[in-house]
């Protein structure tokens, strides 16, 4: 439940931007593992609606993990959730070709280490 709350927390809090802003939607993740659960699916799926009806827009997809484990293993594991989330925009419709994705590895958090272990869908305007 906590989990839910802090992803409608942040979800609310970029939705409120200007359009000119990238429109950012956020997964999170248990420790260790890149599986999504139902509510990511949920949030994954409202990503693709916004990227389909956003044709031209660009989708960056950033994968991070908390400071636990190696340098080596978090990059791998933000990779790999990164890549995960990717592919679900990929079977929700989103062309492939839209979707940039990339592992940032372990980044501190302000809170709780779910703040880390997340990806972040980031659709932005094509700059002319």
Known sequence: ????????LLVTAFAGSAHADPQR???????WSAAIDDAAKGVVAEAADYAKAH???TIQVTGFADPTGSKQANVLLSELRAQRVADLLAEDGVPPARIRQVGRGS????LTPLES????????PAKH
């Open 1 to 8: 439940m906590r989990r839910v709350a802090l992803l409608l």
């Open 25 to 31: 939607f956020v997964i999170f993740f248990i420790e």
């Open 55 to 57: 044709p031209t827009e």
């Open 107 to 110: 980044v501190k958090f302000a």
């Open 117 to 124: 272990r997340r990806v972040e869908v980031a659709i932005s």
